[in-house]
Structure formats: C-alpha cells, structure tokens
C-alpha cells in the first residue's frame, strides 16, 4: 500500500531532524503552531520518532521532564519561536537544576523581525542563565560554509543534553514559512478523508492538519 509523507526543504530542518536520529533522540512533545508546522509535518509519520501532543506548552515541558527522568534518554520539545515558547520556561528551570535531559526546539521567522512591530517575534538569544546549558542559533543555510555552521550548532547542543552531568538545551530554528498556505490535497496525507479536508480523529496524535505549508513541505512517496 502506497503512503505519502511531507518533508520540509529548508535544509536547516533537516540537518535536525537527521541529528535527532544520528544521537538516538526518538521522543518528541510537539504544541501547535504555525511556524513548526513544517517541523512537525516532517516528523509526525517517520517510524524512528514518537509524537506526542500538547496543546500547552507548559504541560508540554513537564511532561517531557517526567519523560527524560523515567527513560534517561533526551526528549524534545517543540513549538514556535513567539511568546508561546515562554511557557516553556518553569519546566526548563526545573530540567536545569535536576539535569534532566529534555530539547527545547522552537521555530521562528527570521531574527531580523525582532523590534520591527512584526507580530509574535520574542528575543529567544537571550535566556536566564539557569534555563539552559546552551542555545544555539540556526538560521536556514545557504552555503556549504552555513550548513557545516547548523549542523555544528545542533550537535554542540545536543551533546550538551549529557555532557558534565546534562540538563536541558535550547535550538531555535528560522524558517521562510509565511502564513501563506495550501489546502490539503485529497488522500496525500495521514487522516485526509478524501474530501481534500484532514480529518482530526479523537486520540491521535500524529493525525493531518488541514492546513500546511505547500512551498516548504514536499511529498516524498513510501511504499509498506
């Protein structure tokens, strides 16, 4: 049986996502947005990632917290890069006082927006210093020079999650993603129901959205 997935083009994306992978990082507490929403559709299909979902981020954060203590392992969190990624910050103050492994991953538009009266654009460089051991920026890469620098900054990050006793670390990923957006196309994504509207069934976690970013999420066809 045929299925059919997206995959975002923004290279900055998928240098994490293959990261996530190459360190064995296999657990991700995803909160709805807009601008993860080609991080998200990326991941909500792919076998090596377990999705789960919160709608508030603070919820999403101790949850992860509880996660990370039980298995050991680092457990990401995601959502956009604006103020909604504030609420993440009791539970990441709570991961770095017990080392606990968990992944912040927010997605903003470009820092260049910060202080231009675009809407929901936070500062996410500058971070109390009992937050995380480390934040790193990644822009989306337009050289070989700049895609060498991302993947750089995701592994520093990542290792940071056990290194001298672990705690939790912060990545923020820029993206294009606009707003402007496509309709579902009919039977190409998980939970369509063939009306060309993604259907939202109770208890699923990686179900369609009915909306997503045609121009930076391809489909990539797999076969069972």
């Not at 080392?99 to 538009?109: I, Y």
């Not at 927006?113 to 210093?129: N, S």
Request: glycine fraction near 8%; include cysteine.
């Amino acid at each position: 049986m045929e299925q059919k997935h997206y995959y975002t083009d923004e290279k900055n994306a998928q240098i994490v996502i293959a990261l996530l992978k190459a360190h064995g990082i296999k657990d991700i507490v995803i909160s709805p947005g807009a601008t993860n929403d080609c991080f998200v559709l990326s991941v909500q299909d792919d076998p090596d990632f377990n999705l789960y979902s919160a709608v508030d981020e603070r919820h999403a954060g101790y949850f992860a917290c509880g996660m990370a203590q039980e298995t050991g392992r680092p457990v990401v969190i995601n959502c956009t890069g604006a103020t909604a990624s504030r609420n993440y910050m009791p539970a990441l103050t709570e991961a770095y006082y017990r080392k606990l492994p968990v992944v912040a991953l927010t997605c903003s538009q470009h820092s260049s927006h910060i202080g231009q009266l675009y809407p929901q654009m936070t500062d996410r460089i500058h971070l109390p210093a009992d937050v995380v051991n480390v934040s790193v920026q990644c822009p989306i890469p337009h050289t070989a020079e700049e895609e060498w620098a991302c993947q750089l900054n995701v592994n520093r990050a990542l290792l940071e999650t056990h290194r001298h006793g672990g705690g939790p670390v912060h990545i923020n990923l820029e993206t294009d993603y606009n707003g402007e957006v496509a309709r579902c196309h009919k039977g190409f994504a998980r939970g369509c129901n063939g009306s060309g509207v993604a259907s939202h069934r109770q208890g699923d976690q990686s179900s369609c959205m009915d909306w997503f970013p045609f121009s930076f999420c391809r489909r990539r066809k797999t076969r069972d």
